[in-house]
């Protein structure tokens, strides 16, 4: 292993913590922000910095906002009687990136996952069905990931949600099982919305 100096090591370890940075590509960020000029660094700290201190999640549908509510849902243009569940907020920008959906969200914030000893009650599902309940909603769209715990979170949504007497219906055709709807591209992610069956 190289010797680096103590903060230039630490920084390493720093960036090795965030998801798909190894060493060798913390190695190269930092070499980069010793390249870049200061002005540069700092615009990058603080801008860190101000997503950290002002990025909030709505309070109605729980993606990511700097404001009570997110943009989507102050939009009046959008359908607010059909609702897309995803797990994370990501989700919502690839369903936002297909322009296949007008109506409203709504974010779980993860997925049933016992292995990983998280349960429905560690999810947004109690504000979801309150919004079921509460605004005459016409349409739930489960669009969870096509992988083990995406496939279990549906499942049991579509045992509550069925009662309440409300459309429902699960992304189709075009999601590889195992994926992750947030890594999907725009066209993929489009032709799974046409394609959602009845649940």
Request: glycine fraction near 8%; include cysteine.
């Amino acid at each position: 292993m190289a010797n680096y100096t103590e903060s230039i090591e630490k920084l390493i370890q720093s960036l090795i913590k965030l998801p798909g940075i190894g060493r060798r590509s913390a190695e190269r960020v930092v070499s980069y922000i010793l390249g870049a000029p200061k002005e540069e660094t700092k615009t990058l700290a603080e801008a860190m910095v101000k997503v950290k201190e002002n990025v909030r999640f709505c309070s109605l549908c729980h993606n990511l906002s700097e404001e009570d509510l997110c943009k989507i849902c102050q939009d009046s243009r959008r359908q607010k009687d059909v609702i897309c569940i995803v797990e994370k907020p990501g989700d919502v920008m690839a369903i936002e990136k297909s322009g296949s959906f007008n109506g409203v969200y709504h974010v779980l914030l993860g997925a049933i996952s016992p292995l990983e000893g998280k349960g429905p009650t560690d999810l947004k599902i109690d504000t979801l069905l309150n919004r079921i309940k509460q605004n005459n909603i016409k349409e739930i769209i489960i669009a969870t990931d096509a992988d083990t715990e995406g496939e279990t979170t549906s499942l049991y949504l579509a045992k509550l949600i069925k009662p309440l007497g409300v459309k429902l219906s699960r992304i189709g055709l075009g999601l590889p099982v195992g994926s992750n709807l947030e890594y999907a591209d725009s066209t993929t992610v489009s032709k799974s919305l046409e394609s959602r069956r009845i649940i």
